[in-house]
């Protein structure tokens, strides 16, 4: 089983944080839930479902939708099972835009640095 939890900078803010409490709340929901469904399922139905989708090497993203909201959240595996959300998005086009995929990569950096992981 894996298990999420978001990526938290050195003040304790976070980018996934701030941008999920904006979201709608249907949307929220529902991106909550299908974190929970993840978590509760494993990462093989998830994949499955299309909950979950590898983007490149070492990023993820969540999958959620509600209407025609597509709500996206990258994350990357740190240590065993555990998964960390870089942040969050809206996504408004086909592909997975490469300026989120960067930001994910960055921050996935600095998690790695601030946590000594490999």
Known sequence: MVRFDYYT???HSSQF???IRKLPPKDKIKLLATIHNIEQYGLQIALRKEWVKKIDDEIWE???RFGN???RGPFFFAQGD???ITHGFT???QKTPKSEINRAREIMKRYKENNHAH
């Open 69 to 71: 909201n597509i709500q």
């Open 17 to 19: 944080e701030e941008w």
């Open 82 to 84: 555990l998964c960390i």
């Open 62 to 64: 969540i999958r959620s």
């Open 9 to 11: 900078e050195g003040d």
């Open 91 to 93: 996504k408004k086009t």
